[in-house]
């Protein structure tokens, strides 16, 4: 049987290169279809008041910078901070580190929108910063939460331990389905 050629001894054969690919792409598919694949949780981590949190991937349908103009809301609570309009749809933009009572946020060149992925409730929540997805392997979740500095508790979904480090998991569906957030009006 002979040796698979290393990718890049294939630079130069672009169609070589990409049927490579392709049956490496295939192989590892057929691994994760069979289970032999480590289970794998993938979230956005975030920066809020100093400290580290995750959502779930598919709770977050994505990040963007702070839409600009936000129109403030007659009446609303202070945590709202407005809508905008995003891509002809609007969206409430929420101060997330003040409905949680933990102060305003500090708006800096690192501020983030997460928006929320739900069908019925829209939601864009201001974060401090976003960090980027993390990779956790599904044995590193614990249902306890870490305590934290910002008054999370009742939205926490557990945490992921790697060594020392605890990442709490803000669950983003239980945050805009509770009754607090549903009643924005002053």
Known sequence: MQAEP????LRDRPFELLLALET???????????????????????RM????????????????GVPA???RVPGA?????????????LLPVIDLKQYFGSGELSFGRNTRVIVVNHREIP?????????????????EFTSEAPPT?????????????????????????TLVESPAFLHGSA
């Open 69 to 71: 103009p936000i129109t």
């Open 49 to 64: 008041g100093g400290e580290t949190f995750l959502v779930e991937r598919d709770e977050a349908r994505e990040v963007m």
């Open 123 to 139: 939601a864009g929540l201001v974060v401090d910063e976003v960090l980027g997805f993390r990779r956790f392997a599904e044995r």
């Open 77 to 89: 609570r202070p945590w709202i901070l407005g809508l905008s309009n995003v891509r002809g749809q």
């Open 149 to 173: 500095i910002i008054r999370c508790e009742r939205y926490l979904a557990g945490s992921f331990r790697r060594g020392s480090e605890a990442w709490p998991v803000l669950s983003l569906r």
């Open 24 to 46: 490496r792409a295939r192989n590892v598919a057929a691994g994760a279809r069979d289970g032999s694949a480590a289970q794998e949780w993938i979230g956005v981590a975030f």
């Open 6 to 9: 290393t990718l890049r001894a």
